[in-house]
T-cell receptor, first 114, second 116 residues
Framework: AQSVTQLGSHVSVSEGALVLLRCNYS??????LFWYVQYPNQGLQLLLK??????LVKGINGFEAEFKKSETSFHLTKPSAHMSDAAEYFC????????????FGEGTQLTVNP | GAVVSQHPSRVICKSGTSVKIECRSL??????MFWYRQFPKQSLMLMAT?????????EQGVEKDKFLINHASLTLSTLTVTSAHPEDSSFYIC????????????FGPGTRLTVL
């Protein structure tokens, strides 16, 4: 069975500072990996995904994530935080098979301080 | 591309009534759609997987007679909460996966259900 752990339910950074949101997964084989962002009272928006190929994945809004198989991690980073980045972030995994479901982490609330 | 809509965005109903929520993929065909429930400050909980033209697959603990799912076309799935009670109040989110594109789910904006 797959599982996802997001370290830190709340992360607070200053505007312009580095954003680092941690995600570790447990899976018998390398899964597909995703980061989604959720703004208040809205659905989830896909930030980026890793399926195959280059392990450093660039997404929207300046975010990127690196798949590290040896560490079973897929941490999300952004060099310089913006006030508009304040939101809930979810890491998710799915098996590399058709019809597989997403397994979500518990989410990390990012606060950006002026 | 890959836009998913939900209607209504917010609904308030009386206890004992039924509520239907629609999920549409606007610019792609979706063989598979998913329904999630999200409680405040929590992650998403998968309720059921809906495949076009067949019965939905419900997760353990989800009452299929209470949460009726219909996926009659490649662009529309509906969730009907029957005989709603206050404990059914929640944020319901659907997602859709492109036909043939089995790695990514695209999410709708969610529906806030409040049962009085």
């Amino acid at each position: 069975a797959q599982s996802v752990t997001q370290l830190g339910s709340h992360v607070s950074v200053s505007e312009g500072a580095l954003v680092l949101l941690r995600c570790n997964y447990s899976s018998s084989v390398p899964p597909y990996l995703f980061w989604y962002v959720q703004y208040p009272n809205q659905g989830l928006q896909l930030l980026l995904k890793y399926t195959t190929g280059a392990t450093l994945v660039k997404g929207i809004n300046g975010f990127e994530a690196e798949f590290k198989k040896s560490e079973t991690s897929f941490h999300l980073t952004k060099p310089s935080a913006h006030m508009s980045d304040a939101a809930e972030y979810f890491c998710a995994v799915s098996e590399r098979t058709s019809g597989s479901r997403l397994t979500f982490g518990e989410g990390t609330q990012l606060t950006v301080n002026p | 591309g890959a836009v998913v809509s939900q209607h209504p965005s917010r609904v308030i109903c009386k206890s004992g009534t039924s509520v239907k929520i629609e999920c549409r993929s606007l610019d792609f065909q979706a063989t598979t759609m998913f329904w999630y429930r999200q409680f405040p400050k929590q992650s998403l909980m998968l309720m059921a997987t809906s495949n076009e033209g067949s019965k939905a697959t419900y997760e353990q603990g989800v009452e299929k007679d209470k949460f009726l799912i219909n996926h009659a076309s490649l662009t529309l799935s509906t969730l009907t909460v029957t005989s709603a009670h206050p404990e059914d109040s929640s944020f319901y989110i659907c997602s859709a996966r492109r036909t043939g594109g089995w790695d990514t789910q695209y999410f709708g904006p969610g529906t806030r259900l409040t049962v009085l």
